[in-house]
Antibody, heavy 125, light 107 residues
Framework: QVQLVQSGAEVKKPGASVKVSCKAS????????INWVRQTTGQGLEWMGW????????GYAQKFQGRVTMTRNTSTTTAYMELSSLRSEDTAVYYC??????????????????WGQGTLVTVSS | SSELTQPPSVSVSPGQTASIPCSGD??????ASWYQQKPGQSPLLVIY???KRPSGIPERFSGSNSGNTATLTISGTQAMDEADYYC??????????FGGGTKLTVL
């Protein structure tokens, strides 16, 4: 079955970086974009950006530009999200999700299915 | 990027119909999706492309989208449907936007 399995919880100090992995299985990895979404405790969902496993192209939410990097390893069907210059407000559960939507004439229609199990990143001194 | 607005909470009696609205500028011109999230779990897609249900999602879940409002409707609501629900769409700059979420209480 289609599955995304993420790496385990992390504890980081302010100013450090964190790299979360997302291993895909059950489908052709290069056929679907991977998106990253985070959720702070008790709060809603916040989209961070997308990456094409086929081309390596990326698109980041304006809020995270300059601090986030999304990459992949096609031989291991694994996507990565690295967030730098961490601060306490970055404490959240980070999810990867497969984008099952499409783009046409420069307009994209996205929906995410499935999602990884989430990775808790705690930023604390 | 544009915003999507949802009510913080909706209550429904078992067996009744629950409607959760999601409003945004010209939302009807975009595709809306809906996710269900239960405590300690990842979000689960329940509606995509405004009205479609993924395999395995019960028929009691349905969606609509017109004008500035998309709506998730749960007919014959069951206790197991109690969860947080989030709407989602893509705006004109190709950024993805989520609504703030609605806590559905079945009482």
């Amino acid at each position: 079955q289609v599955q995304l399995v993420q790496s385990g919880a992390e504890v980081k100090k302010p100013g450090a970086s964190v790299k979360v992995s997302c291993k895909a299985s059950g489908y052709t990895f290069t056929s679907y974009d991977i998106n990253w979404v985070r959720q702070t405790t008790g709060q809603g969902l916040e989209w961070m950006g997308w990456m094409s496993p086929h081309s390596g192209n990326t698109g980041y939410a304006q809020k995270f530009q300059g601090r986030v990097t999304m990459t992949r390893n096609t031989s291991t069907t694994t996507a990565y999200m690295e967030l730098s210059s961490l601060r306490s407000e970055d404490t959240a559960v980070y999810y990867c999700a497969r984008d099952s939507g499409f783009c046409t004439n420069g307009v994209c229609f996205n929906w995410f299915d499935p999602w990884g199990q989430g990775t808790l990143v705690t930023v604390s001194s | 990027s544009s915003e999507l607005t949802q009510p913080p909470s909706v209550s429904v009696s078992p067996g009744q119909t629950a409607s959760i609205p999601c409003s945004g500028d010209k939302l009807g011109d975009k595709y809306a999706s809906w996710y269900q999230q239960k405590p300690g779990q990842s979000p689960l897609l329940v509606i995509y492309q405004d009205t479609k249900r993924p395999s395995g999602i019960p028929e009691r879940f349905s969606g609509s989208n017109s004008g500035n409002t998309a709506t998730l409707t749960i007919s014959g609501t069951q206790a197991m449907d109690e969860a947080d629900y989030y709407c989602q769409a893509s705006d004109s700059s190709t950024e993805v936007v989520f609504g703030g979420g609605t806590k559905l209480t079945v009482l």
